[in-house]
Structure formats: C-alpha cells, structure tokens
C-alpha cells in the first residue's frame, strides 16, 4: 500500500457534519471527514463510549484513526455526544451510519435507523437546508422509511431536508486508507440539491464521483459486496475441485487473476469460508429481497449454501485425521479474527471452527495478534487456553491450525516451530504457506486444493 500524505489533502468546501453511530463505520467515517476539515459532531447513545472518545481513546482499532481524532479534538473541529441536538442542529449533512443487524430471518433489522431518523426529525433546525445521508448498509426503499422517520421527528415542524444514499465500500482495518484510495464514492439522491452538496464533502479526492438515484446507490453497495462474496465463493469451489483433480488453487486464481475482466483482488481461496459483520448478513439480506419481491437469487442461494458447508468440510479435514473424539488432542490455533488487521471476530469463521473442535472435545491453545480479547468473550475458557505469543501454539500441540490470514503469519519459521509440536501437522486454512517449503520442512501439510511439487 502506498504512502498518503493525510495532512495535504483538505476539503475545500468545510460543512458542519454530523455522524450518528460510532462503529466501524461511523467513527473511521468522523475522523476522515474531521481530517478533511470539516466540523463535526459523532453522535452514540452510549455514553461510555462517547467519553471514551472525546478523552482521545477508541472503542474499536482502526488504523490512523485515534490520532486523527485526537487531533481533531485538539483543533477543536470534533467531539463526540450523545445529544442528537448538539449535533443535528445546523448540519449540512448528517450522515446515519448505525448497525443494522441480521433478524432472525435474515434481513437487515431496521430498529436503530427508525430511531435515528426520529431522533434527526425532532433535531432539524427548522428552515435550515440539511442532507440526511444513510451510510449504513440498509435495503432499497429505505430512503422512503428514513423521510417518514425524520417527518414523524419533525412533528410538524418546517423543517428542510433531503435524503440521500452514500454507501461505503471500506474495508476493516483498511477504512481510512480505503477513504482516501476509494476506486470510487457512490452518492445517490432523487435530489440534485442534495447530490451537489454530497459531491462537495468528496469533490477534493482523486477518484470518481459516482451520481445516481437514491434505490439504486442503495443496491449499488449490496450488489457490490454479494458480487465479491460470489467471487470468494467461487474460487473456494475451484479449490474443493483442484483437490479432486490434482491441481493448484493458487496457481488458478493467479493465472485467472490475469484477465483484467476478472481481476486478482478477492480471489484468495478459505477453507473456512468468508465470515465478518458484512458479508454473511449482506449475502441474506439480499437473497432476502429477492423473496420479498417475488424473485428466487439462485446466485446468492448456492453462496450461502456453500459458504457453510465449507466449515464443515474443513472440520472433517481435522476429524479424519484425528478422528472424531479429539478428547486426548490439543490443537493450536493462529487467528480469530474475520481476517487481518482488525480485533473484530464478529461472524468469524475462526469462532465457529474453534466452537466446533471444542465440541469434538479437543483443547486449544489460541492466539491472535489483535482480536484474543473479543473470542475470550465470545468463547469464554472451557477447553481453551489463550496465550499472547505465536511461539506457544506450537508448544506441545498435537496440530496447528491457521484460520485468519494475517500476513504475518506467513513468515513464522515453522521449520523450526513444528520441532517443539508432539506431531509437526499443519491445516493451513488461509493458505498461508508454500506447500513445497511446507513439504521440505517435515511438515504435515494440509491445505485443500494445493499440489506439492
Ligand atoms: C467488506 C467489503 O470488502 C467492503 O468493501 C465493504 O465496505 C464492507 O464489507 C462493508 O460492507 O462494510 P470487510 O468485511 O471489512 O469489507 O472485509 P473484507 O476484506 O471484504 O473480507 C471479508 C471476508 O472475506 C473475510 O472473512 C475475509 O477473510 C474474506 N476474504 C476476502 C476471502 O476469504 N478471500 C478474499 O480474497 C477476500
């Protein structure tokens, strides 16, 4: 990734932003625009969080993004509050970027964006001009949905707003390079006005600004992330397949990759499949409103379909070599996070895998650079030793198992780090390491759809 140089890159046109939700979204979202040198307020209900915030500290690891808001906060262009008033009260632009949590059935659960619309409604200055923007991955038609919110806020009140759709498409642990490198920004309104004041907010970047109407910005982000899901999805099957005939899955992707059609980037294969906040609840939610409107996503079925099955083709891996009372085996394991460079394990696979050996009856000894904190909450200790150095997976365990691709991982020295294993076995789920190297090292290496020369 190439060097920016954050402090050269200014807005031109500074707007009073307000930003409601301080996750991975929000609060990588504030501290850019805060950056850019805009003025703005981050809105949370919850108050541990907001003074958390405004004493310099952060919730969540995103890179840059706690220096950006200390310095925001020392330059007095930022703060955090959980009064909507303070923050909704003469905004430009106030951006909702709130969870929307998978429901049971799978569609997006649309609680906290109805309360913060309501609670901008009752907020809005009346007569002032403000653009009421949903970054929150919501589905299409909620623009509809965040206008009778804000109106029912409003009570009556004459109050002066669009609405509009500007979905982010940043990576975790990449958001605030993704937020100056975007390949594009996506910003749609049914309101000119309101796209002319969106396109100012980003008009300084190097990137295309991309204007279109409010549904279908709002398809745009999930059509964008189930599109990548089914690349994943697909590149996960062509390496079940490699397994079967011999081939190599790496070499495939690569040699695919190629074709500027198909592009390298979000080919690399997982035994384990794609987890995280988005992915899974994105992939439902789509299929969701294919239902809800009367059309079968059959694409979307079989990604969903496969994706699960992956896990437990990769659990079997385990089980047919140490067969399924794994009672007498400690297995070590590198990584639960959903991928790298972040402490999130939110619908990790490396969760379920983990969940799943346990339940076969092995201990593990688990390390993570980043997210240990968040699978000892989300796992708690039964069976499971969690240790602060990579070292000590390899002490006295019977295999290791690599469930998240921190590029890290891939430069260990596992020829000599098997020696102190009881057996030197390696599931290399992120495909991780050279298959041949693995080979010439001793190593019992497993890795599904990868050829030894
Ligand atoms: C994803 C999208 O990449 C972002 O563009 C989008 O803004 C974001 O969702 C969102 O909707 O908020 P994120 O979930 O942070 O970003 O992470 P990704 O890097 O996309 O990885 C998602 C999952 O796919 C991870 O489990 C990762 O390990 C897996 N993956 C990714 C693969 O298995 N293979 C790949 O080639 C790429």
Redesign the pocket.
């Known amino acids: 990734m190439e060097n920016i140089n954050f402090d050269e890159i200014k807005t031109k046109n500074p707007k009073k932003i307000a930003v409601i939700g301080t996750g ?2 929000g609060l990588p979202s504030a501290a850019v625009f805060a950056k850019w040198g805009n003025n703005v307020t981050a809105v949370d209900v919850d108050i541990a969080k907001v003074e958390m915030i405004n004493s310099g500290k952060m919730p969540i690891y995103e890179e840059n993004v706690e220096e950006f808001i200390q310095e925001a906060l020392a330059n007095k262009n930022f703060i955090a509050t959980t009064d909507y008033a303070l923050a909704v009260k003469d905004a430009d632009v106030v951006f909702i970027a709130v969870g929307t949590p998978s429901t049971e059935i799978g569609t997006a659960d649309m609680k906290y964006i109805d309360e913060a619309a309501f609670s901008i409604g009752q907020n809005l200055s009346e007569g002032k001009y403000t653009v009421v923007v949903t970054k929150s ?1 919501v589905p299409v038609g909620t623009n509809k949905r965040v206008t009778a919110g804000v109106l029912k806020g409003a009570n009556g009140r004459a109050v002066n707003f669009d609405v509009a759709s500007n979905p ?6 990449y958001a605030v390079y ?1 937020s100056y490198n975007g390949e594009r920004v996506v910003i749609g309104s049914d309101s000119e006005k309101a796209l002319d004041v969106l396109s100012q907010i980003f008009e300084h970047l190097d990137t295309v600004i991309f204007r279109t109407d409010v549904s279908s910005s709002e398809l745009i ?1 999930y059509a ?2 189930t599109f ?1 899901t089914t690349k ?1 999805t697909f ?1 996960n099957e062509i390496a079940n397949l490699c397994e079967r005939v011999g081939a190599d899955v790496k070499s495939v992707a690569e040699g695919i990759g190629l074709d500027a059609r198909i592009g390298k ?6 035994e384990i ?7 899974p609840k ?1 992939v439902n939610a789509l299929y969701q409103l294919g239902l809800e409107n009367n059309y079968e996503f059959q694409i979307l079925g079989s990604v969903i379909n496969v994706n699960k099955q992956q896990m437990f083709r990769f659990i079997e891996r385990v089980t047919q070599r140490f067969g399924s009372n794994l009672e007498n085996i400690t297995l070590g394991v590198l990584g639960t996070a ?2 790298d460079n ?1 402490d999130d394990a939110r619908h ?2 490396a969760i379920d895998v983990i969940r799943q050996l346990r339940g076969f009856g092995a201990q593990l000894k688990v390390y993570d650079p980043m997210a240990l904190a968040t699978a000892k909450q989300m796992l708690g200790e039964q069976n499971i030793e969690y240790v602060d150095s990579y070292e000590n997976v390899f002490d006295k365990t019977d295999a290791v198992i690599i469930l ?2 921190w590029k890290q991982f891939k430069d260990y020295d596992y020829e000599n780090l098997v020696k102190n294993m009881n057996n030197p076995v390696i599931f290399d789920a992120r495909y991780m390491l050279d298959p041949n190297k693995a080979k010439q090292s001793g190593i019992e290496y497993y890795s599904r759809g990868r050829k030894v020369l």
């Open positions: 991975y979204v991955t982010e498409f940043l990576r975790e642990g993704d982000k964008a992330n990548l994943i590149i980037r979000f080919l690399n294969p997982t499949g794609f987890g995280g906040p988005c992915f994105d959903f991928k972040t990790s696979g998240t691709e």
